[in-house]
C-alpha cells in the first residue's frame, strides 16, 4: 500500500505500534540492538578521526546487487501479471501506489516479489554498515536509518491484503504497510542525515547534493498522487546504485594504497 495513504489513516500508531511489537523482552530483536548489533560487525580498526586503518570488503556491492535485482523483479513481474494486477484494483496511472509493487506478491510468482523483498532488504542492510565504514566521522545517523529501512524492507515480505476484499485487513497485511511506513520514512530521513555527513568528507562532499536532492525529490513525489509514485520508487533505487557504485570505487583504492 502506498505510504502516503497509509500515513493518512494510521500516522498516529505507526512508531507506537512498531516499538511495542519489536521491544518486548521475549527475545525479539528491537530496531536499537539490531543497528547496533548491525554496525559493530564490522572488520579493521578506526583512527582518531572515525576513519578505518585497513578498510573492510566493500558493501557497495551489496547496494549494487539489491538494487540492480529489485528493478529488474519489479520491472519482470509488473509485465508477467499485469492482467492480474489490474484485475486486484491496480491502476497503474492514477493510483499506482494503491496496488503496486506490493500486489506483485498476490500473484501467480509472487514468491519472486517477496524473495526481492528479503534480499534487496538484507542487501541494503550490509550497503548500510560499508557505507558507515567508509566516510569520514562514521556516517552513524545516516547509515542507523538506512539499515532500518533495510529490515523493514526484509518485513514487506510479509503479504500486503488485497485492495478488493471483503474480509477485514490481515495480521501480515498491517505488518506489510507498517513496514512499508517505517521504511519510507527511515529512508527518506536518512537521505538528509547523509547529506550532512557527507558534506564533512572531502571524498562524499561531490555526492551530498545528490543525496539532498534525491532526499527532496522522493518526498515530493511521494506526497503527489499518480505516476510520481514511479519517480518516487526510481529515485531511491537510482540513488542507492550510484552510491553503492562510490562506495565500491573508494574502498577498491583504498585497499590498493599501502
Known amino acids: 500500500m502506498r505510504g502516503s495513504a497509509f500515513a493518512n489513516r494510521a500516522s498516529g500508531n505507526i512508531f507506537f505500534g512498531w516499538s511495542k511489537a519489536v521491544g518486548q523482552p521475549d ?98 542492510m550490509a550497503f548500510a554498515v560499508g557505507l558507515r565504514r567508509a566516510v569520514w566521522g562514521g556516517a552513524k545517523t545516516g547509515s542507523a536509518l538506512l539499515s532500518i529501512s533495510g ?11 488485497p485492495i478488493l476484499r471483503e474480509a477485514p485487513r490481515s495480521f501480515h497485511g498491517w505488518i506489510h504497510d507498517v513496514s512499508f511506513a517505517v521504511f519510507a520514512m527511515s529512508f527518506l530521513a536518512s537521505t538528509f542525515f547523509l547529506w550532512r555527513e557527507f558534506d564533512k568528507d572531502p571524498t562524499w562532499k561531490p555526492h551530498a547534493r545528490h543525496t539532498l536532492a534525491t532526499g527532496l525529490i522522493a518526498v515530493v513525489c511521494l506526497v503527489l498522487p499518480g505516476v510520481a509514485y514511479y519517480l518516487f520508487v526510481a529515485i531511491l533505487l537510482a540513488w542507492i546504485f550510484a552510491t553503492a557504485m562510490k562506495l565500491w570505487r573508494i574502498t577498491d583504492v583504498s585497499r590498493r594504497v599501502p
Open 27 to 124: 527475545g525479539c530483536l528491537g530496531f536499537s540492538a539490531f543497528v547496533k548489533t548491525a554496525l559493530e560487525c564490522v572488520d579493521g580498526e578506526e583512527d582518531a578521526n572515525g576513519r578505518p586503518h585497513n578498510p573492510p570488503p566493500s558493501r557497495g556491492g551489496g547496494g549494487i546487487l539489491g538494487a540492480s535485482l529489485f528493478a529488474a523483479t519489479l520491472v519482470s513481474l509488473t509485465a508477467a501479471q499485469y492482467g492480474f494486477m489490474v484485475g486486484i484494483g491496480w491502476r497503474p496511472l492514477s493510483d499506482p501506489g494503491g496496488a503496486w509493487p506490493s500486489g506483485l506478491s498476490l500473484g501467480p510468482h509472487g514468491w519472486m516479489m517477496n524473495a526481492s523483498f528479503v534480499a534487496s532488504g538484507a542487501s541494503l
Open 151 to 161: 529490515l523493514a524492507m526484509a518485513m514487506m515480505a510479509f503479504e500486503t491484503d
